[in-house]
């Protein structure tokens, strides 16, 4: 499928991770249902009704935060919520990446169609406008304590609906707001009671980039299982310790798929066979090749349980106040991201260690007391040549990185707005970092990729089994085999892409079948 020409539907349900991808990577164009648009417009005459009441009403004739008790009278209520607007666009830094803002708004959009906000259709249509012309909302790395949700980055992309600010346009060109929208044909909205704040409390943007990792993830823990096979292979070891019945005496699910991935991907391997048997002095491998599925499946088992609370939270609608089935407006702490935040910390641990084990198998290729009988460092001559000692330093620098960004967020709470919001979930930083988290392990693991196949390539004639081998070959379009030193960072670049693109796995795949 042409995920760029598919389109999504943002309706009262909840969206998929498929839906949040295709938008936030592919440009998928979003629709929106005339059912769910009559939904917004009836829960909006609630909001509407209230405002005409004497008595306050949070976030309708209310000030907010530590400014709640504060009533407001209704011809100032427009200049509120444009106020909180501006006033909460207070981010600062790097800009995010433009996924990461097409999937929070995308994600904002969602909870604005469930009919729980109050907002008038008008302004759930102008984010699907933004998104479907690509006009991207400066967005910056700092500002949000994840409560009220994401307050910063959601204000930057309101702003933006309000015809202010700076945006990209589909060309990736920084320009003003207003500028942008009107050169789109995109009228801005003057918001009314409650739209504001409507628009910035959610945990939308560290959701967004929770979804985006898990995705990345998936093909990343994969891969991981063919960088261990081969490595398995290359370093002469045995698949004896992940066989099946070994495997289901511990009944850890991750475990037991990627002991499958590696039974499939080592299956038939003349390189195993040619010391399998009684005779194979290989007793017992290292825990860092028999141990394989237990880790990356322990990551796996870690994924799945972000997986679950970010499928909970894509069919959540969070605001405050919110507009209750029943019609009650009632302030609440839905938009606190603190399962959003523990999953993301988990995960950044998770990718950690899987990095980790990878460097040690890098490690073994390449020390001649540890890789049985291959050159040292697997250096062309031995003494002029360094081989691939260095890539090796890179990895272990990454791990280093990656163990640091394994420090958990979501338990440095930092107390804002006159000590109101005094516990706060640090789920934007979780999820900022996991995102860095994510890029070294990718790293890492083309590497261990790269040195094992100059292992494999040692080992002639002797030959790699079917799918590490196509594994092999591909790394071969990028990266020349043994031989004398060269440049070796474009090599390992290309082979990063090759990983990041899925064209590793893939190859494997195009071998055995589909790996899980």
Request: proline share 5%; net charge negative.
């Amino acid at each position: 499928m042409n995920l760029a020409s598919a389109s999504v539907t943002v309706g009262t349900g909840p969206i998929s991770f498929a839906d949040v991808t295709a938008v936030a990577r592919h440009d998928a164009p979003v629709l929106l249902p005339v059912a769910a648009r009559e939904g917004v417009a009836s829960t909006r005459r609630i909001i509407e009704g209230l405002a005409q009441d004497v008595h306050p009403h949070y976030g309708i004739s209310t000030g907010f935060g530590a400014l709640a008790t504060t009533f407001i009278e209704s011809d100032r209520r427009a200049q509120l919520q444009a106020s909180l607007v501006r006033s909460h666009a207070a981010g600062s830094g790097p800009e995010v990446e433009r996924e990461v803002v097409r999937a929070l708004m995308l994600l904002r959009l969602s909870t604005l169609m469930t009919g729980r906000t109050g907002v008038r259709p008008v302004v759930a249509e102008t984010y699907a406008a933004l998104l479907n012309a690509g006009i991207t909302p400066v967005v910056h790395e700092y500002g949000s304590l994840g409560c009220s949700g994401d307050l910063a980055p959601l204000a930057h992309c309101a702003l933006a609906v309000m015809g202010e600010g700076l945006v990209r346009d589909a060309s990736g060109t920084l320009m003003d707001g207003g500028l942008a929208l009107a050169a789109a044909g995109i009228t801005p909205v003057v918001l009314g009671d409650k739209e504001g704040l409507a628009l910035i409390n959610g945990t939308d943007g560290m959701l967004g980039m929770l979804v985006l990792a898990l995705a990345d993830l998936s093909r990343l823990l994969t891969t991981a299982d063919i960088a261990a096979a081969m490595s398995v292979e290359a370093l002469l070891g045995t698949d004896a310790a992940f066989a099946a019945d070994l495997q289901a005496l511990r009944p850890q699910l991750g475990q037991a798929t990627s002991a499958a991935n590696l039974r499939a991907l080592l299956a038939g391997s003349p390189l195993l066979a040619s010391h399998s048997g009684p005779d194979d002095p290989t007793v017992q491998d290292a825990y860092s090749i028999r141990c394989a599925p237990q880790v990356h499946g322990a990551a796996r088992d870690t994924m799945d349980h972000a997986a679950l609370i970010a499928g909970r939270e894509l069919a959540s609608a969070v605001d405050n106040p919110v507009v209750t089935l029943d019609g009650r407006v009632q302030s609440n702490g839905n938009f606190h991201g603190a399962p959003v935040g523990y999953v993301l910390d988990f995960l950044a641990i998770a990718a950690a260690d899987v990095a980790s084990m990878s460097e040690r198998r890098t490690d073994r290729h390449l020390d001649a007391n540890r890789n049985k009988g291959l050159p040292p460092f697997l250096a062309h001559e031995v003494g002029v040549d360094s081989g691939l000692m260095i890539a090796q330093y890179t990895a272990a620098g990454i791990v280093s990185v990656l163990k640091r960004l394994a420090v958990p967020a979501s338990v440095d709470s930092i107390p804002s707005s006159a000590m109101q919001e005094d516990h706060v979930s640090m789920g934007w930083a979780a999820a900022r970092k996991l995102r860095h988290s994510i890029d070294g392990l990718g790293r890492v693991l083309a590497i261990e990729v790269m040195t094992a196949s100059r292992s494999l390539d040692l080992r002639a004639p002797l030959t790699p089994g079917a799918a590490t081998g196509a594994v092999r070959a591909l790394v071969r379009t990028v990266a020349d085999g043994p031989g004398h030193d060269r440049f070796l960072s474009p090599e390992i670049e290309a082979i990063v892409g090759l990983v990041a693109s899925g064209a590793v796995r893939d190859a494997a795949a195009g071998v055995v079948g589909p790996l899980a």
